[in-house]
């Protein structure tokens, strides 16, 4: 098939694709989520150097896993991956499952994944749909058919198993995703140079462009996140994110959250809401760090201000903070949005 031989000749070299060890791909195939290959590769080569076994893997603790993920955001992936360890050992006596009926159960493993782990590992007959997938389908079908909707994720899923090589699924799975990542891209494909070419619909009817069809895009929400650093002796206060909300298990420090931006409201009047009158009476001088910065999550954006407040002695702000050196400080987990600002804050800790 032709498909499979331009993979053979034109395929990426990369770790996870020379072993059929399944909890090396299941750990290529979470990092790979959401992520970039040429990003996610050194994350992949550090969990595989720090916990090379699934068994290694779970007797990780939560903050270790995070600290590794540092920086990869979707955070969900990484508690996830933890979880799913954990259910290896308990329910498959530490040794990583290869079926699909035994991958779908794990935490944080839907059916691409699954199907991509079994396929992969084991050679099982299982289509994977993917976002390269849904592209290259899409186009070769001329399919106006939302790939965001229930009706569309049957369709492409029930074409993606029709097109599946019975001999090589594994093969004939990684041969469309690198098709789509390499040259059905998503602006300015290399049609040319494409082994589907002649049976490519769209690119006869002169629709490529427009395929992929999604429906309408979700709505944004916005938020401002206003941090205060309390800063005395060289030690700051923080605290870490609870469950329901973004960066959970994460560090961050004193956070005032507002539904609107501050322009009516000083650094006072953030800074009273978590001290008492007589606390705010110690601060010398306040700095601000940064102001209005924009932090993009999938459905939220986020306005960031941080103010640095010097303190003649020391306060405790309410709530459930903790007072921490620098040092200690960067040993925490942190979300990306906190690991920039960081860079700014270190002058004032660090002569």
């Known amino acids: 098939?032709?498909?499979?031989?331009?993979?053979?000749?034109?395929?990426?070299q990369l770790p996870w694709r020379d072993t059929k060890d399944p909890y090396r791909i299941w750990l290529s195939e979470i990092i790979l989520q959401q992520t970039r290959v040429i990003q996610g590769l050194d994350y992949?080569?550090?969990?595989?150097?720090?916990?090379?076994?699934?068994?290694?893997?779970?007797?990780?603790?939560?903050?270790?896993?995070?600290?590794?993920?540092?920086?990869?955001?979707?955070?969900?992936r990484a508690r996830n991956l933890l979880k799913a360890a954990h259910q290896v050992m308990e329910q498959f006596g530490g040794q990583f499952p290869t079926k699909y009926r035994d991958l779908i159960i794990l935490n944080g493993v839907g059916p691409y994944t699954a199907a991509a782990i079994a396929s992969f590992s084991s050679n099982e007959a299982v289509a994977v749909v993917?976002?390269?997938?849904?592209?290259?389908?899409?186009?070769?079908?001329?399919?106006?058919?939302?790939?965001?909707?229930?009706?569309?994720?049957?369709l492409f899923s029930r074409l993606a198993s029709e097109m599946l090589d019975p001999r090589e699924p594994g093969l004939h799975n990684q041969a469309v995703m690198e098709l789509g990542a390499l040259v059905c891209t998503p602006a300015s494909p290399h049609c040319g140079e494409c082994p589907l070419q002649e049976k490519c619909l769209a690119k006869a009817q002169g629709t490529i462009s427009s395929r992929p069809v999604k429906q309408g895009k979700?709505?944004?929400?916005?938020?401002?996140?206003?941090?205060?650093?309390?800063?005395?002796?060289?030690?700051?206060?923080?605290?870490?994110?609870?469950?329901?909300?973004?960066?959970?298990?994460?560090w961050e420090y004193v956070n005032v959250e507002r539904e609107s931006p501050i322009k009516g409201e000083s650094v006072m009047d953030l800074a009273l809401s978590v001290l008492s009158h007589e606390e705010w009476e110690v601060v010398e001088s306040v700095v601000p760090v940064v102001e209005d910065r924009?932090?993009?999550?999938?459905?939220?954006?986020?306005?960031?201000?941080?103010?640095?407040?010097?303190?003649?002695q020391e306060v405790h702000p309410k709530g459930q903070y903790e007072q921490i050196s620098w040092n200690n400080w960067a040993e925490k987990a942190i979300p990306k949005a906190i690991f920039d600002l960081n860079s700014k804050i270190y002058p004032f800790f660090v002569p």
């Open 1 to 12: 098939m032709r498909l499979l031989e331009w993979y053979e000749n034109n395929r990426r």
């Open 130 to 154: 993917d976002g390269n997938v849904y592209r290259v389908l899409s186009r070769l079908y001329d399919l106006e058919t939302p790939i965001d909707s229930s009706e569309g994720q049957k």
């Open 44 to 76: 992949y080569l550090r969990f595989v150097k720090r916990w090379p076994s699934v068994r290694a893997l779970a007797s990780a603790s939560e903050d270790e896993v995070l600290k590794e993920w540092q920086g990869l955001g979707y955070y969900s």
């Open 218 to 250: 979700v709505k944004v929400r916005n938020r401002w996140f206003n941090y205060l650093i309390f800063k005395f002796n060289d030690t700051l206060w923080v605290h870490q994110r609870g469950q329901g909300d973004i960066w959970q298990g994460l």
């Open 294 to 312: 924009h932090h993009q999550l999938t459905h939220q954006l986020l306005h960031i201000n941080c103010f640095l407040l010097n303190l003649s």
